[in-house]
């Protein structure tokens, strides 16, 4: 084949590739690990859904339902939708499998591939990775509190440093209509100013404009007036109800007026994890309360609120760190390479290999022959540590050869003996 021509990955879409893997698969055991320490059960929803679920939930402004999803019609002429996050899928399970009876907390997580059709770029991607966890049933603000700091327990066991936790409130339906109204005026009177895309906006969600990346909208938006003007005292109250255990915890918090994320579901509280370890895109991790969303997809009135970590960014701040992030033990090596000497041997091999692998042993073999170099070659690049090999004097002994793949010692074994022998060998190798 010629490889000029063959076919690449799509742009924005990236392989995990083997040596890759045990760095991910540490991340999400971890995230497990953490998230069930604080009775979270595990979620899995569905990687597409109607297409209403996120515009219902999301919002009709958002750059996500405006420019970024992946939509498309199936047969039946349904229009169906790749998830671009996990919240509103895990809401509309929420409800539909009536979690919310009998009353009381739900604790859910979940992890999974996400798609925005969005331009590629530092940091963001067309598929990428997340984790997320949400909490049903409680609007008690120690609830917030310890989502946050379970997440921070979680970036602490990957040692990860340099990490700031923003935090606002974005107020309530008691005093967010005046904020609304205080911003919809400072940005009228300068919607020249803004991008194309946020002067259709201030008409419908002014507070568009607050996430917007473009540097016009930043520029304009730098003396808007924030929220905390505005904010009623039961949502003041419920700020300093986060604020103050993060502060006990010696959690660094920073309280961010204009922080609004960039989802409409998002009510009081919001806030980011961002990294001193990237670039523009520094926002590792986010989240907030959407004490209304439940009941926007037909369930009962639940508070609620959850966060979601994106590990490609994750994964870029350990690699660039250089955390002691322990993976090899989810390292695909096997503890035992088998050498075939002859085809008869073969035979053996195959049923040994069995009686191994029963045994709860990882177990690889050579194939299609060669000289004891280069299959002895083979055996290291496998990271076993040890090899067994049989051949024709083997076969006729009824015995075995152990290879300590380390030391380079080696020991002969019957067929009988063998499993204990390895037993023996592989115990003293760890």
């Not at 995990?16 to 899995?44: C, H, Q, S």
């Not at 339906?173 to 005046?178: D, H």
Request: net charge negative; proline share 4%.
């Amino acid at each position: 084949m010629d490889i000029k021509s063959a076919i690449q990955g799509v742009k924005g879409v990236k392989d995990i590739t083997p040596e890759k893997i045990g760095l991910w698969r540490n991340v999400e055991a971890v995230a497990i690990d953490i998230f069930e320490l604080y009775n979270f059960k595990e979620m899995r929803a569905p990687i597409f859904e109607r297409t209403e679920v996120f515009k219902r939930s999301i919002g009709e402004t958002t750059d996500i339902v405006e420019k970024e999803m992946y939509t498309f019609t199936d047969r039946g002429g349904e229009s169906l939708t790749l998830r671009p996050e996990g919240t509103a899928s895990i809401v509309r399970a929420f409800v539909e499998h009536k979690m919310y009876d009998p009353p009381g907390v739900t604790k859910l997580y979940y992890m999974g591939p996400m798609f925005r059709a969005e331009r590629p770029q530092a940091g963001r991607f067309r598929q990428f990775h997340q984790v997320g966890a949400e909490v049903f049933g409680s609007a008690d603000p120690a609830v917030d509190a310890e989502l946050i700091v379970m997440l921070m327990d979680f970036f602490s066991e990957l040692n990860v440093t340099d990490l700031k936790v923003n935090l606002n409130s974005l107020g309530c339906s008691e005093c967010r209509p005046s904020y609304r109204n205080a911003l919809y005026t400072y940005l009228k009177e300068r919607s020249s100013g803004l991008c194309e895309n946020c002067q259709g906006r201030i008409e419908r969600n002014p507070l568009r404009a607050l996430d917007c990346k473009s540097e016009k909208c930043k520029a304009v938006t730098a003396e808007a007036p924030t929220i905390d003007k505005y904010r009623c005292q039961p949502c003041q109250d419920h700020l300093e109800g986060v604020r103050r255990p993060l502060i006990d915890l010696e959690t660094q918090v920073t309280i961010d007026p204009k922080l609004v994320r960039g989802l409409d579901y998002y009510s009081r509280t919001a806030f980011e994890v961002t990294s001193g370890k990237l670039g523009a895109q520094n926002a590792v991790a986010g989240g907030g309360r959407y004490d209304n969303l439940v009941e926007q997809f037909g369930g009962p009135k639940t508070p609620a609120i959850g966060f979601a970590v994106g590990l490609e960014r994750l994964i870029s701040i350990i690699e660039a760190q250089g955390s002691e992030v322990e993976s090899a033990m989810f390292e695909n090596r096997p503890d035992i390479f088998m050498i075939p000497m002859t085809s008869e041997a073969a035979v053996k091999v195959f049923e040994l290999a069995h009686r191994f692998r029963a045994m709860g042993y990882g177990v690889d073999r050579a194939f299609d022959g060669g000289n004891m170099k280069s299959l002895m070659r083979r055996a290291d690049r496998s990271g076993a540590r040890v090899a067994v090999i049989i051949g024709e004097d083997e076969l006729k002994s009824g015995s075995a050869t152990i290879k300590n793949l380390s030391s380079g010692e080696q020991r002969t074994a019957s067929f009988v003996d063998l499993g204990e022998a390895l037993d023996e060998e592989l115990e003293e190798s760890v």
